[in-house]
């Protein structure tokens, strides 16, 4: 049975990215619509579930990959600033960061430390701070 799955399988696109997405959100409306008992959200589980399997038995490799693509840049363009802004807030939990005056390159320094001087990576520009 296995054999046959994977027979039929052959030259189809199958799951990525947005098929997992398309699953969770069709489970999400799903889960949604037994609580509030809308026929409006199942009904649009249903659809997103359909347009699954569509995409998921589609032969149309080029289509779905450009749609992947674009999935992943729309994607990346939301979370990247998200995971940047968790790692600056953890970053200042042990570095002060200042900006070089001239240049504006952001410089790190170890908190503790006193007055000092800080030499900008990118300029050489020297300037004092309190760290």
Known sequence: MLEKIRRFMLGRYGVDEVGKFLIILSLIFMALSTFTKSSVLYSLSIILLIFYIYRMMSKDYQRRYKENYL????KNKISNPISKAKYNIGQRKIYHIYKCPS?????????????????????????????
């Open 103 to 131: 240049c504006k390159q952001k410089v790190r320094v170890p908190k503790g430390k006193g007055n000092i001087t800080i030499t900008c990576p990118k300029c050489k520009t020297q300037f004092k701070k309190k760290s």
């Open 71 to 74: 999935y992943i840049k729309y």
